[in-house]
Structures are given as C-alpha cells and as structure tokens.
C-alpha cells in the first residue's frame, strides 16, 4: 500500500460514514482510494471540493497508518455547506497533513491537563486517540470540556468509555441547560478550574477552542502556577 507521499498534490476520498455530533457539526469518516495516511495528533489537511474551494480541517481520529481517518467540523461557509449536502459513498479530495502537530515526544510519563472548548475537540480527540492507544506510557489524564447547551457536546457518545480509562478524569461543563437535561457543572470551562487535581509539577496543558477562551485559559493556568512554558495552544 503506497503512502501520501506529495502533501500539497489532492488525493480522492469517499465518504464511508457520516455521524452528526450536533445541529451544526458532522464527523465524516473518510477512506483513501489507494494510499495509507500518516499524521501527528494535532496536524491538519485541506479538504476540498472541486468548483467549490477548500478548508483546513483538524484531523480527528487516532494518528495511527491506516486508508481511513476523519474530520470533525461545523457547517460555517462555502466548502463545508457543500459537504453537508453530500452522502455516504460521495467522493472529496484532501491535502496535507499540515502542521507541526501536538509536542507528543515531550509528555511521556507526564500527569496531562486538556481543555478544550466549543468544537475544539477535532485536535484534541486526535491527541487522546493517541494517549489512549498507549496508555501505560503517560500519567493521569484530566479534561475539561465547555460548550455553550448540552447539545453542543460533540463526541457525547465517546464520553463515558473516556471517563472509564484507567487515571482519566472528565469534568464537563456547558454555559446554559437551554430547556435539555443536564445534571453536571453550568458555566464557562475556567469555571472548572476550581476542582482542577492536576498539579503544576511535572505535568503539560493541552488546550484547544476560540481564540479568546484559550486567552483567558492560559491567564488562568499561570495564577494557578503553572509556567508558560508547560501550556500548548492548537
């Protein structure tokens, strides 16, 4: 099996599965034709319809050889409204990977903190692929996961089996009920940062989402003693 050796030359993908994670955002489970794809957790590629444009996407799933691998995305501008109106067995290009990735070689056996926002989880989801894939090699994993209603919650199907990894913590927190069941924490995922166990020593930020909840993400962590040196922004 050959591998995508030219990052910037299109390759053709089918769609095999589409699964719709909220009103607005999709994963597209995408199989290459003929070539296996190898990426980093943290790395992008373009997605493209011809006539239409392209986007950059962040690679979702585990970053681990393989002819499929997805993307999780919203349906904001051009490109994406045209994929939406497309169907199982429907054919894309992708470019790439892009990027230089999450700094995986220097958190081995390290305690890891990931905060994530809105639908920041593409990146990230690719990151704890990877932790999960091996697990015995790093510490204690804790998340923390904000989103504005309940059904904003992208891979809500995934996360009970996270919560059941063994040293994985999950702290999820949503902005408002918005008339849906919801029985665990309501406010912005700094909120979260009160029940916070991860310690400063010997440990690394992940953390991923709007500009501007990464800002205050980061002025957070440093009050809380962690150095700027120890938090990665996506």
């Given at each position: 099996m050959k591998e995508m050796d030219n990052p910037y030359a299109p390759n053709m993908a089918?769609?095999?599965?589409?699964?719709?994670?909220?009103?607005d955002t999709n994963t597209y489970?995408?199989?290459?034709?003929?070539?296996?794809?190898?990426f980093r957790a943290g790395q992008f590629v373009m997605l493209s319809?011809?006539?239409?444009?392209?986007?950059?996407?962040?690679?979702?799933?585990a970053p681990a050889p393989s002819k499929e691998f997805a993307l999780t995305f919203r349906k904001v501008g051009m490109v994406t409204d045209a994929i939406f109106n497309l169907k199982e067995?429907?054919?894309?290009?992708?470019?790439?990977?892009?990027?230089?990735?999450?700094?995986?070689?220097?958190?081995e056996g390290k305690d890891l903190?990931?905060?994530?926002?809105?639908?920041?989880?593409?990146?990230?989801?690719?990151l704890l692929m990877h932790i999960f894939m091996d697990r015995e090699r790093y510490g204690n994993v804790e998340i923390l996961y904000g989103t504005r209603t309940p059904a904003d919650q992208i891979y809500a199907y995934e996360h009970e089996k996270w919560r059941s990894m063994p040293g994985v913590r999950l702290l999820r927190t949503v902005?408002?009920?918005d008339g849906q069941k919801w029985d665990e924490h309501i406010g912005l995922v700094t909120s979260l940062f009160p029940f916070i166990k991860t310690k400063p020593d010997?440990?690394?930020?992940?953390?991923?989402?709007?500009?501007?909840?990464?800002?205050f993400v980061g002025l957070e962590l440093i009050k809380k003693g962690f150095s700027?040196?120890?938090i990665y922004l996506s």
């Amino acid at each position: 099996m050959k591998e995508m050796d030219n990052p910037y030359a299109p390759n053709m993908a089918v769609i095999k599965e589409i699964i719709k994670e909220t009103p607005d955002t999709n994963t597209y489970v995408l199989c290459l034709k003929e070539k296996k794809f190898n990426f980093r957790a943290g790395q992008f590629v373009m997605l493209s319809l011809f006539g239409v444009g392209e986007a950059a996407i962040s690679i979702c799933s585990a970053p681990a050889p393989s002819k499929e691998f997805a993307l999780t995305f919203r349906k904001v501008g051009m490109v994406t409204d045209a994929i939406f109106n497309l169907k199982e067995g429907d054919k894309v290009w992708v470019r790439g990977p892009y990027g230089n990735g999450w700094p995986i070689e220097k958190i081995e056996g390290k305690d890891l903190l990931l905060v994530v926002g809105g639908c920041g989880c593409g990146s990230f989801r690719s990151l704890l692929m990877h932790i999960f894939m091996d697990r015995e090699r790093y510490g204690n994993v804790e998340i923390l996961y904000g989103t504005r209603t309940p059904a904003d919650q992208i891979y809500a199907y995934e996360h009970e089996k996270w919560r059941s990894m063994p040293g994985v913590r999950l702290l999820r927190t949503v902005e408002k009920k918005d008339g849906q069941k919801w029985d665990e924490h309501i406010g912005l995922v700094t909120s979260l940062f009160p029940f916070i166990k991860t310690k400063p020593d010997d440990s690394v930020v992940f953390t991923c989402g709007p500009e501007i909840m990464m800002k205050f993400v980061g002025l957070e962590l440093i009050k809380k003693g962690f150095s700027e040196e120890q938090i990665y922004l996506s």
